[in-house]
């Protein structure tokens, strides 16, 4: 069938025309980007493994429990003994950088679409585009902004897994019972002070669950990621795919799942023990 409307031109065209005119800009992203994304890299490759898997049993002991503490126990041993220690601590770092960035964006867009209706009726289009476009067509600004290597990689997986966090830091402000926000404003609160003292901490538990869903999110770009040479599990599970090496796909799969279970039980603990 012939094409009537041709909407990809029009973004082809806006692509361009910031790729030609703001390559200082992006230039300066990749190299600041790459560098975070590079230190934490270093910072978790190059801590001793029994040192990270102390910490993490710990973390998991104290906020999730005992069968949480030795699952994240053996889970981990089990990667470095697998042989995918690095590459998980490469994956971890992606997803770390991902999620502060997601996070730095995706708070103040939650609070400002729950304080707006204006706000709210633009941003929740936006939202629902970001969560309903194959994940693989970010890959394509993000290659052509940053060429290939870790920042595209993080670049995609911001953009997959911020949604959840703004809507959730949206929603938990809107349930906040609107007589504690009038007993606070009547006792001479500012609009900041009622942001700060009394919404956000009330809405905590389901920002955290948007936290929780974002890192889980970014988790689910891994595979995505390594595409695009971000290094990581991903490209070990594109590799067992690419090679039809059953062995290594399942090992590097394994780890990822390893992975997202300890994230999940942690951070889910972690907001239920705030919230006690």
């Known amino acids: 069938?012939?094409?009537?409307?041709?909407?990809?031109?029009?973004?082809?065209?806006?692509?361009?025309?910031?790729?030609?005119?703001?390559?200082?800009?992006?230039?300066?992203?990749?190299?600041?980007?790459n560098a975070g994304i590079e230190s934490m890299e270093w910072i978790l490759v190059g801590t001793p493994f029994y040192i990270t898997i102390g910490l993490f049993a710990a973390v998991a002991w104290k906020y999730a429990g005992r069968r949480v503490a030795v699952f994240t126990l053996m889970g981990l041993v089990l990667i470095y003994l697998m042989g995918f220690w690095e590459e998980t601590m490469q994956t971890l770092a992606l997803i770390i950088s991902s999620t502060i960035i997601a996070l730095i964006m995706a708070l103040p867009l939650g609070i400002w679409s729950a304080k707006s209706q204006t706000a709210n009726r633009i941003i929740r289009p936006l939202l629902d585009?970001?969560?309903?476009?194959?994940?693989?067509?970010?890959?394509?600004?993000?290659?052509?902004?940053?060429?290939?290597?870790k920042l595209p990689g993080a670049f995609a997986t911001i953009i997959f897994a911020m949604p959840p966090a703004v809507r959730l830091t949206a929603l938990g402000i809107q349930q906040v019972p609107a007589d504690i926000v009038e007993?606070?404003?009547?006792?001479?609160?500012?609009?900041?002070?009622?942001?700060?003292?009394?919404?956000?901490?009330?809405?905590?538990?389901?920002?955290?669950?948007?936290?929780?869903?974002?890192?889980?999110?970014?988790?689910?770009?891994?595979?995505?990621?390594?595409?695009?040479?971000?290094?990581?599990?991903?490209?070990?599970?594109?590799?067992?795919?690419?090679?039809?090496?059953?062995?290594?796909?399942?090992?590097?799969?394994?780890?990822?799942?390893?992975?997202?279970?300890?994230?999940?039980?942690?951070?889910?603990?972690?907001?239920?023990?705030?919230?006690?």
């Not at 995505?224 to 599990?233: C, D, K, R, V, Y």
């Open 1 to 33: 069938m012939e094409k009537i409307i041709d909407i990809g031109q029009y973004i082809a065209v806006a692509v361009k025309w910031l790729m030609n005119n703001l390559r200082p800009f992006f230039d300066f992203i990749k190299t600041t980007g």
């Open 183 to 276: 007993a606070a404003r009547s006792l001479g609160a500012t609009q900041k002070q009622i942001l700060l003292k009394v919404e956000l901490p009330l809405a905590l538990k389901t920002i955290l669950t948007g936290v929780n869903q974002t890192i889980l999110l970014s988790l689910s770009m891994v595979v995505i990621a390594g595409m695009i040479a971000a290094g990581g599990l991903g490209e070990k599970v594109l590799e067992g795919i690419n090679n039809l090496d059953i062995g290594l796909g399942f090992e590097s799969g394994l780890s990822v799942v390893i992975l997202a279970i300890i994230l999940d039980r942690i951070t889910q603990a972690f907001g239920n023990r705030i919230n006690r």
């Open 129 to 149: 585009l970001m969560q309903t476009m194959p994940a693989f067509v970010y890959l394509i600004p993000a290659v052509l902004f940053f060429s290939i290597g």
